[in-house]
Protein backbone atom coordinates (compact mmCIF):
# COMPACT_ATOMS: atom_id res chain seq x y z
CA UNK A 1 0.00 0.00 0.00
CA UNK A 2 3.00 2.07 0.91
CA UNK A 3 4.28 1.70 -2.53
CA UNK A 4 1.30 2.97 -3.51
CA UNK A 5 1.12 5.97 -2.27
CA UNK A 6 4.41 6.88 -3.15
CA UNK A 7 4.77 4.89 -6.33
CA UNK A 8 3.52 6.87 -9.44
CA UNK A 9 4.03 3.93 -11.70
CA UNK A 10 1.21 2.18 -9.75
CA UNK A 11 -1.03 4.74 -9.21
CA UNK A 12 -0.89 4.87 -13.26
CA UNK A 13 -2.03 1.39 -13.70
CA UNK A 14 -4.85 1.48 -11.11
CA UNK A 15 -5.90 5.29 -12.11
CA UNK A 16 -5.75 7.10 -9.29
CA UNK A 17 -4.60 10.15 -9.11
CA UNK A 18 -1.81 11.73 -7.28
CA UNK A 19 -4.35 13.36 -5.31
CA UNK A 20 -6.49 10.47 -5.15
CA UNK A 21 -6.79 8.65 -1.61
CA UNK A 22 -4.88 5.52 -1.81
CA UNK A 23 -8.05 2.47 -0.66
CA UNK A 24 -7.62 0.69 2.78
CA UNK A 25 -5.37 -2.11 2.93
CA UNK A 26 -7.91 -5.12 3.90
CA UNK A 27 -9.91 -3.84 0.60
CA UNK A 28 -8.42 -7.27 -1.50
CA UNK A 29 -8.51 -9.16 1.03
CA UNK A 30 -12.17 -8.04 1.82
CA UNK A 31 -13.68 -8.42 -1.44
CA UNK A 32 -11.56 -11.86 -1.89
CA UNK A 33 -13.53 -12.91 0.78
CA UNK A 34 -17.02 -11.25 0.76
CA UNK A 35 -17.13 -10.23 -3.18
CA UNK A 36 -15.79 -12.54 -5.45
CA UNK A 37 -15.54 -15.75 -2.81
CA UNK A 38 -16.86 -19.21 -4.80
CA UNK A 39 -16.75 -17.06 -8.04
CA UNK A 40 -15.02 -18.11 -11.15
CA UNK A 41 -13.23 -14.16 -11.46
CA UNK A 42 -9.72 -15.31 -11.44
CA UNK A 43 -10.26 -17.45 -14.40
CA UNK A 44 -12.20 -14.80 -16.37
CA UNK A 45 -9.08 -12.72 -15.80
CA UNK A 46 -6.88 -15.19 -16.66
CA UNK A 47 -8.51 -15.99 -19.87
CA UNK A 48 -9.23 -12.37 -20.99
CA UNK A 49 -5.50 -11.42 -21.00
CA UNK A 50 -4.85 -14.76 -23.09
CA UNK A 51 -7.07 -13.53 -25.19
CA UNK A 52 -5.82 -10.10 -25.49
CA UNK A 53 -2.02 -12.03 -25.80
CA UNK A 54 -3.70 -13.97 -28.73
CA UNK A 55 -5.15 -10.67 -30.47
CA UNK A 56 -1.60 -9.46 -30.02
CA UNK A 57 -0.14 -12.79 -32.16
CA UNK A 58 2.11 -13.98 -28.65
CA UNK A 59 0.01 -17.03 -28.90
CA UNK A 60 0.50 -19.85 -31.47
CA UNK A 61 -1.90 -22.23 -30.58
CA UNK A 62 0.15 -25.24 -32.17
CA UNK A 63 2.54 -26.17 -29.99
CA UNK A 64 2.08 -26.43 -25.90
CA UNK A 65 4.06 -27.44 -23.46
CA UNK A 66 2.64 -28.92 -19.97
CA UNK A 67 4.24 -29.73 -16.25
CA UNK A 68 3.68 -29.11 -13.17
CA UNK A 69 5.36 -27.84 -10.04
CA UNK A 70 4.93 -27.90 -6.42
CA UNK A 71 3.69 -25.04 -3.97
CA UNK A 72 4.13 -25.62 -0.29
CA UNK A 73 1.08 -25.47 1.15
CA UNK A 74 0.50 -23.75 4.64
CA UNK A 75 0.20 -26.68 6.72
CA UNK A 76 2.33 -28.94 9.44
CA UNK A 77 3.69 -31.90 7.78
CA UNK A 78 3.14 -33.70 10.99
CA UNK A 79 -0.29 -33.00 12.01
CA UNK A 80 -2.61 -35.25 10.04
CA UNK A 81 -4.97 -37.75 10.48
CA UNK A 82 -5.25 -40.80 7.72
CA UNK A 83 -7.83 -41.58 5.98
CA UNK A 84 -9.34 -43.78 3.54
CA UNK A 85 -10.27 -41.94 0.24
CA UNK A 86 -10.66 -43.32 -3.66
CA UNK A 87 -8.08 -42.46 -5.76
CA UNK A 88 -9.16 -39.62 -8.59
CA UNK A 89 -11.36 -40.00 -11.63
CA UNK A 90 -9.42 -39.29 -14.81
CA UNK A 91 -11.17 -38.16 -17.74
CA UNK A 92 -10.31 -40.97 -19.94
CA UNK A 93 -11.68 -43.02 -17.27
CA UNK A 94 -14.91 -44.10 -19.14
CA UNK A 95 -12.98 -44.64 -22.57
CA UNK A 96 -10.94 -47.15 -20.62
CA UNK A 97 -13.86 -48.69 -18.77
CA UNK A 98 -15.37 -49.26 -22.44
CA UNK A 99 -11.66 -50.54 -24.29
CA UNK A 100 -11.63 -53.03 -20.95
CA UNK A 101 -14.85 -54.67 -21.96
CA UNK A 102 -13.65 -54.88 -25.25
CA UNK A 103 -10.53 -56.63 -24.81
CA UNK A 104 -11.68 -59.10 -22.10
CA UNK A 105 -14.64 -59.90 -24.93
CA UNK A 106 -11.73 -60.53 -27.41
CA UNK A 107 -10.42 -62.72 -24.81
CA UNK A 108 -13.52 -64.59 -24.07
CA UNK A 109 -13.83 -62.82 -20.87
CA UNK A 110 -17.06 -61.86 -19.13
CA UNK A 111 -17.05 -57.99 -18.21
CA UNK A 112 -15.88 -56.40 -15.20
CA UNK A 113 -18.60 -56.29 -12.49
CA UNK A 114 -19.35 -52.29 -11.72
CA UNK A 115 -17.85 -52.51 -8.12
CA UNK A 116 -14.57 -53.56 -9.88
CA UNK A 117 -14.15 -50.40 -12.07
CA UNK A 118 -14.65 -48.19 -9.03
CA UNK A 119 -11.02 -46.11 -8.40
CA UNK A 120 -8.95 -48.14 -6.19
CA UNK A 121 -9.00 -46.76 -2.20
CA UNK A 122 -6.21 -46.09 -0.29
CA UNK A 123 -5.14 -45.13 3.03
CA UNK A 124 -4.15 -41.60 2.66
CA UNK A 125 -2.36 -39.10 4.76
CA UNK A 126 -5.12 -35.77 5.65
CA UNK A 127 -3.37 -32.18 7.09
CA UNK A 128 -5.54 -31.13 9.96
CA UNK A 129 -4.70 -27.42 8.88
CA UNK A 130 -5.77 -27.61 5.24
CA UNK A 131 -7.60 -30.41 4.42
CA UNK A 132 -7.43 -30.11 0.52
CA UNK A 133 -3.62 -30.13 0.12
CA UNK A 134 -2.27 -33.18 -0.51
CA UNK A 135 0.38 -35.16 1.41
CA UNK A 136 3.14 -35.60 -1.69
CA UNK A 137 5.40 -38.58 -1.96
CA UNK A 138 7.82 -37.92 -5.26
CA UNK A 139 11.58 -38.92 -6.00
CA UNK A 140 13.97 -36.29 -5.51
CA UNK A 141 11.03 -34.05 -3.69
CA UNK A 142 10.50 -33.11 -0.46
CA UNK A 143 7.48 -34.78 1.71
CA UNK A 144 4.98 -32.92 3.41
CA UNK A 145 1.62 -31.23 2.40
CA UNK A 146 1.77 -29.73 -1.01
CA UNK A 147 -0.17 -28.67 -3.59
CA UNK A 148 0.55 -28.95 -7.51
CA UNK A 149 0.23 -26.36 -10.21
CA UNK A 150 -0.45 -28.12 -14.08
CA UNK A 151 0.38 -25.09 -16.44
CA UNK A 152 0.31 -24.75 -19.63
CA UNK A 153 2.79 -22.76 -22.10
CA UNK A 154 2.59 -21.89 -25.44
CA UNK A 155 5.45 -22.10 -27.72
CA UNK A 156 5.40 -19.10 -29.49
CA UNK A 157 6.38 -16.18 -26.68
CA UNK A 158 5.62 -18.25 -23.68
CA UNK A 159 1.93 -17.15 -22.50
CA UNK A 160 0.50 -19.42 -20.03
CA UNK A 161 -2.56 -21.00 -21.94
CA UNK A 162 -3.34 -22.70 -18.24
CA UNK A 163 -2.92 -23.28 -15.16
CA UNK A 164 -4.79 -26.33 -12.83
CA UNK A 165 -4.51 -26.29 -9.12
CA UNK A 166 -4.50 -30.24 -7.89
CA UNK A 167 -3.62 -31.89 -4.10
CA UNK A 168 0.03 -32.61 -4.71
CA UNK A 169 -0.83 -36.41 -4.31
CA UNK A 170 -2.76 -36.16 -7.93
CA UNK A 171 -0.57 -37.73 -10.48
CA UNK A 172 0.07 -35.17 -13.78
CA UNK A 173 -1.74 -37.29 -15.74
CA UNK A 174 -4.75 -37.44 -14.26
CA UNK A 175 -5.92 -33.68 -15.11
CA UNK A 176 -3.27 -33.37 -18.42
CA UNK A 177 -6.22 -34.35 -21.24
CA UNK A 178 -9.36 -32.48 -19.85
CA UNK A 179 -7.30 -29.55 -19.53
CA UNK A 180 -5.90 -29.79 -23.17
CA UNK A 181 -9.27 -29.54 -24.06
CA UNK A 182 -9.96 -26.77 -22.32
CA UNK A 183 -7.59 -24.93 -24.27
CA UNK A 184 -8.75 -26.05 -27.26
CA UNK A 185 -11.81 -25.00 -26.77
CA UNK A 186 -12.29 -21.96 -24.97
CA UNK A 187 -8.70 -20.15 -26.86
CA UNK A 188 -10.16 -21.88 -30.23
CA UNK A 189 -6.22 -23.22 -30.52
CA UNK A 190 -5.19 -25.66 -33.53
CA UNK A 191 -2.98 -28.11 -31.41
CA UNK A 192 -0.61 -29.34 -33.21
CA UNK A 193 2.05 -30.86 -31.15
CA UNK A 194 2.68 -30.76 -27.35
CA UNK A 195 5.74 -31.55 -25.02
CA UNK A 196 5.92 -33.20 -21.83
CA UNK A 197 8.17 -34.46 -19.34
CA UNK A 198 8.36 -38.31 -18.51
CA UNK A 199 5.54 -37.79 -15.94
CA UNK A 200 3.10 -37.91 -18.61
CA UNK A 201 4.26 -40.84 -20.57
CA UNK A 202 1.56 -43.72 -20.47
CA UNK A 203 -0.71 -45.37 -22.41
CA UNK A 204 -4.02 -43.09 -21.53
CA UNK A 205 -1.93 -39.65 -22.58
CA UNK A 206 -0.70 -41.69 -25.98
CA UNK A 207 -4.27 -42.90 -26.82
CA UNK A 208 -5.53 -39.07 -25.54
CA UNK A 209 -3.30 -37.41 -27.87
CA UNK A 210 -3.79 -39.60 -31.29
CA UNK A 211 -7.36 -39.60 -30.52
CA UNK A 212 -7.38 -36.03 -31.11
CA UNK A 213 -4.59 -36.20 -33.85
CA UNK A 214 -2.09 -34.57 -31.96
CA UNK A 215 1.82 -35.57 -31.56
CA UNK A 216 2.89 -36.10 -28.75
CA UNK A 217 6.58 -35.99 -27.29
CA UNK A 218 7.31 -37.28 -23.88
CA UNK A 219 10.59 -37.74 -21.57
CA UNK A 220 12.20 -40.75 -21.50
CA UNK A 221 10.74 -42.96 -18.39
CA UNK A 222 13.70 -44.77 -17.01
CA UNK A 223 12.52 -48.58 -16.66
CA UNK A 224 12.02 -49.78 -12.75
CA UNK A 225 12.07 -53.31 -11.40
CA UNK A 226 13.88 -54.85 -8.89
CA UNK A 227 17.76 -55.04 -9.45
CA UNK A 228 19.40 -58.43 -11.04
CA UNK A 229 16.19 -59.81 -12.74
CA UNK A 230 14.70 -59.93 -15.91
CA UNK A 231 14.05 -56.51 -17.86
CA UNK A 232 10.63 -56.15 -19.43
CA UNK A 233 11.94 -55.03 -22.74
CA UNK A 234 13.63 -59.10 -22.29
CA UNK A 235 10.43 -60.06 -23.86
CA UNK A 236 9.23 -59.37 -27.12
CA UNK A 237 5.54 -58.65 -28.36
CA UNK A 238 4.29 -60.20 -31.03
CA UNK A 239 1.29 -58.54 -32.04
CA UNK A 240 -0.08 -61.63 -34.99
CA UNK A 241 -0.03 -63.69 -31.73
CA UNK A 242 -0.87 -61.68 -28.95
CA UNK A 243 1.52 -63.06 -26.76
CA UNK A 244 5.37 -62.22 -25.37
CA UNK A 245 8.44 -64.80 -26.32
CA UNK A 246 10.40 -65.39 -22.81
CA UNK A 247 14.43 -64.85 -23.46
CA UNK A 248 13.96 -69.09 -23.52
CA UNK A 249 11.36 -68.85 -26.17
CA UNK A 250 8.67 -69.61 -24.67
CA UNK A 251 5.15 -68.39 -25.89
CA UNK A 252 3.45 -66.53 -23.24
CA UNK A 253 -0.22 -65.84 -23.83
CA UNK A 254 -2.79 -63.45 -22.59
CA UNK A 255 -4.95 -64.79 -19.66
CA UNK A 256 -6.95 -61.59 -18.79
CA UNK A 257 -7.10 -57.96 -18.68
CA UNK A 258 -7.42 -56.05 -15.03
CA UNK A 259 -9.28 -53.32 -13.67
CA UNK A 260 -6.91 -51.10 -14.52
CA UNK A 261 -6.38 -51.41 -18.27
CA UNK A 262 -3.56 -54.11 -18.03
CA UNK A 263 -3.51 -57.34 -19.65
CA UNK A 264 -1.76 -60.45 -17.65
CA UNK A 265 0.50 -62.66 -19.71
CA UNK A 266 1.15 -65.52 -17.92
CA UNK A 267 3.82 -68.20 -18.79
CA UNK A 268 3.34 -71.63 -18.60
CA UNK A 269 4.95 -73.03 -15.02
CA UNK A 270 6.05 -76.31 -16.24
CA UNK A 271 8.05 -75.02 -18.64
CA UNK A 272 9.07 -72.60 -16.42
CA UNK A 273 10.46 -74.92 -13.54
CA UNK A 274 13.42 -75.93 -15.54
CA UNK A 275 14.44 -72.91 -17.11
CA UNK A 276 18.10 -71.46 -16.76
CA UNK A 277 16.31 -68.03 -16.08
CA UNK A 278 14.26 -69.15 -13.19
CA UNK A 279 15.90 -67.03 -10.68
CA UNK A 280 16.34 -63.49 -12.37
CA UNK A 281 12.94 -63.95 -14.12
CA UNK A 282 10.41 -64.31 -11.65
CA UNK A 283 10.15 -64.81 -7.86
CA UNK A 284 6.74 -66.34 -7.93
CA UNK A 285 5.83 -68.91 -5.74
CA UNK A 286 4.12 -71.23 -8.65
CA UNK A 287 7.09 -70.31 -10.72
CA UNK A 288 4.96 -67.95 -13.52
CA UNK A 289 5.83 -65.46 -14.94
CA UNK A 290 3.82 -62.67 -15.41
CA UNK A 291 4.30 -59.72 -18.26
CA UNK A 292 1.78 -56.94 -18.09
CA UNK A 293 0.55 -54.96 -21.13
CA UNK A 294 -1.89 -51.70 -21.20
CA UNK A 295 -4.82 -52.08 -23.65
CA UNK A 296 -3.22 -48.95 -25.27
CA UNK A 297 0.29 -49.86 -24.98
CA UNK A 298 0.90 -49.41 -29.09
CA UNK A 299 -0.13 -45.99 -28.74
CA UNK A 300 2.14 -45.35 -26.07
CA UNK A 301 4.94 -47.36 -28.12
CA UNK A 302 4.04 -44.69 -31.39
CA UNK A 303 4.25 -41.79 -29.33
CA UNK A 304 7.26 -43.11 -27.72
CA UNK A 305 8.93 -43.52 -31.30
CA UNK A 306 8.54 -39.31 -31.71
CA UNK A 307 11.15 -38.84 -28.67
CA UNK A 308 14.02 -39.65 -31.29
CA UNK A 309 12.65 -37.95 -34.53
CA UNK A 310 14.63 -34.97 -35.26
CA UNK A 311 11.72 -33.01 -34.92
CA UNK A 312 10.61 -34.52 -31.98
CA UNK A 313 14.53 -33.47 -30.19
CA UNK A 314 14.05 -29.92 -31.19
CA UNK A 315 10.46 -30.02 -30.10
CA UNK A 316 11.42 -31.48 -26.85
CA UNK A 317 14.56 -29.30 -25.88
CA UNK A 318 12.38 -26.37 -25.72
CA UNK A 319 10.08 -27.06 -22.73
CA UNK A 320 13.27 -25.89 -20.52
CA UNK A 321 12.78 -22.51 -22.31
CA UNK A 322 8.92 -22.44 -22.22
CA UNK A 323 7.56 -23.90 -19.24
CA UNK A 324 10.14 -24.73 -17.17
CA UNK A 325 10.94 -20.92 -17.44
CA UNK A 326 7.47 -20.05 -16.62
CA UNK A 327 7.44 -22.04 -13.45
CA UNK A 328 11.41 -20.84 -12.68
CA UNK A 329 10.03 -17.18 -13.33
CA UNK A 330 6.80 -17.49 -11.15
CA UNK A 331 8.84 -19.10 -8.00
CA UNK A 332 11.67 -15.96 -8.57
CA UNK A 333 9.32 -13.48 -9.61
CA UNK A 334 5.66 -14.38 -8.28
CA UNK A 335 6.10 -15.89 -4.91
CA UNK A 336 5.01 -19.73 -6.16
CA UNK A 337 7.18 -21.51 -4.35
CA UNK A 338 3.96 -21.53 -1.32
CA UNK A 339 0.60 -21.38 -1.56
CA UNK A 340 0.02 -18.36 0.63
CA UNK A 341 -4.31 -19.54 0.97
CA UNK A 342 -5.93 -22.41 2.71
CA UNK A 343 -8.18 -24.85 0.31
CA UNK A 344 -7.62 -25.91 -3.15
CA UNK A 345 -10.03 -22.63 -4.75
CA UNK A 346 -7.92 -20.09 -3.04
CA UNK A 347 -4.84 -21.64 -4.09
CA UNK A 348 -6.14 -22.10 -7.44
CA UNK A 349 -6.82 -18.19 -7.33
CA UNK A 350 -3.31 -17.69 -6.35
CA UNK A 351 -2.16 -19.79 -9.19
CA UNK A 352 -4.19 -17.69 -11.91
CA UNK A 353 -3.55 -14.50 -10.76
CA UNK A 354 0.39 -15.20 -10.77
CA UNK A 355 0.13 -16.93 -14.23
CA UNK A 356 -1.79 -13.41 -15.70
CA UNK A 357 0.47 -11.56 -13.79
CA UNK A 358 3.60 -13.21 -16.09
CA UNK A 359 1.10 -13.19 -18.91
CA UNK A 360 0.63 -8.88 -18.78
CA UNK A 361 4.54 -8.90 -18.04
CA UNK A 362 5.17 -10.97 -21.45
CA UNK A 363 2.15 -8.56 -23.30
CA UNK A 364 4.27 -5.52 -22.17
CA UNK A 365 7.50 -6.59 -23.12
CA UNK A 366 6.26 -7.84 -26.56
CA UNK A 367 4.80 -4.07 -27.01
CA UNK A 368 7.62 -2.43 -25.42
CA UNK A 369 10.75 -3.90 -26.21
CA UNK A 370 14.18 -3.00 -23.69
CA UNK A 371 16.62 -1.39 -26.02
CA UNK A 372 19.67 -2.38 -26.26
CA UNK A 373 21.93 0.83 -23.98
CA UNK A 374 23.95 2.67 -26.18
CA UNK A 375 26.49 4.36 -24.05
S1 LIG B 1 11.40 -68.59 -16.41
FE1 LIG B 1 9.85 -69.10 -17.91
S2 LIG B 1 9.27 -67.11 -18.78
FE2 LIG B 1 11.20 -66.82 -17.71
S3 LIG B 1 12.77 -67.04 -19.27
FE3 LIG B 1 12.48 -69.06 -18.31
S4 LIG B 1 10.95 -70.10 -19.56
FE4 LIG B 1 10.89 -67.94 -20.08
Same mark, same amino acid.
Given at each position: MREIEVNVAYRWFLGLRLTDRVFDASTFSQNRRR????????????????????? $?????? &? =?????????? #? /? %?????????????????YWDDLDAAITQDRATHGKKPLAPKDRQPPVKETKVSRTDRDAGYMVRDGKPKGFFYLDHR???????????????????????????????? $?????? &? =?????????? #? /? %?????????????????????SGPKGMLRKSAFDYDPALDAYRCPEGQIIPCATTDRTGYRHYKSDPAQCR???????????????????????ADARERVDAHRLTDWGKRLYKRRK????????????????????????????????????????KKIAMAKWPTQPQTT
Open positions: RFDGTDIAQRIFDHIVEQAIA $RGLVGG &D =VLYTDSTHLK #A /S %ANKGRYDKALIAKSRAASVDGRAGIITDTHVTPANVHDSIPYLARLDRQ $RARFDL &D =VVAVGLDAGY #A /S %APIAKGLEDRGILGVTGYLRPTCPLLASCTTNAKTQKTVTRHVWETVERSFADAKQLFGHRYARFRSLAKVQTQALLAATAQNI
